[in-house]
C-alpha cells in the first residue's frame, strides 16, 4: 500500500511539472517582434556620422599620409627631405582636385533650356549642323581660327593601296 501511495504522488509530481501555468510569468518571451531581416535592414549604420555618405565629406574625415620615420622607405636617389617634399605635394594636389570636383557637385543644366537652345523644338534646321545639334564637350584644337591652331583632320581620306601581284609573302 505504501509502494503504491508513492508511485501515485510521483506521477502526480511529475505530471503536474507539463501543466501549463495559469498566472502570468515573468519569463521573458522567445518570440520573435520582427524578423532577423527587418532587424537588420533598421540598424542605422552611418548614426555617428550622418553627412560621411555625401560628396565632399572626404574634408571632414581625418586622412592623412603617414610621416616618415628611420625604417620608412625612400626611393633611391631622393632623401628623406626630398621624399617628403614629393609627398607633400601630391597630397596638395590630389586635394585641390577633389575640392574642384566638390565644386561642380549638384550642378545640373535645365534639360528643357538645353532642348530650346539646340533649336531642336523649333524646326529641323539643327539637322544640318555638323555636330546635328549636340553640344560638344571638347575638342582638340581651337576651331576660332584666333590662335592660329590648324586641326589636323582635313577631310581627306586615306586610301588602301593595292598589294602588288609580283612580290610574294
Do not use: C
Not at 11 to 35: H, I, M, R, W, Y
Not at 47 to 75: E, F, M, Q
Not at 105 to 132: C, E, H
Amino acid at each position: 500500500m505504501k509502494v503504491s501511495a508513492l508511485l501515485i504522488a510521483a506521477s502526480v509530481a511529475t505530471a503536474s511539472a507539463f501543466v501549463p501555468s495559469t498566472g502570468k510569468a515573468s519569463v521573458p518571451s522567445t518570440q520573435l517582434n520582427e524578423s532577423f531581416f527587418k532587424k537588420i535592414s533598421n540598424m542605422d549604420l552611418w548614426a555617428p556620422v550622418a553627412d560621411s555618405n555625401d560628396y565632399g565629406a572626404r574634408s571632414k574625415k581625418k586622412i592623412a599620409t603617414g610621416k616618415l620615420t628611420d625604417r620608412s622607405y625612400v626611393p633611391a636617389g631622393l632623401t628623406r627631405a626630398q621624399y617628403e617634399k614629393i609627398r607633400e605635394e601630391a597630397d596638395k594636389k590630389k586635394a585641390a582636385n577633389y575640392q574642384k570636383n566638390v565644386a561642380k557637385a549638384g550642378v545640373f543644366i535645365d534639360y528643357t533650356d538645353f532642348y530650346s537652345k539646340r533649336g531642336t523644338d523649333v524646326n529641323g534646321s539643327w539637322m544640318k549642323l555638323p555636330n546635328l545639334g549636340h553640344r560638344m564637350a571638347k575638342t582638340k584644337y581651337d576651331w576660332s581660327g584666333e590662335k592660329g591652331d590648324t586641326p589636323t583632320y582635313t577631310g581627306v581620306k586615306a586610301v588602301a593601296k593595292k598589294a602588288d601581284p609580283k612580290k610574294k609573302k
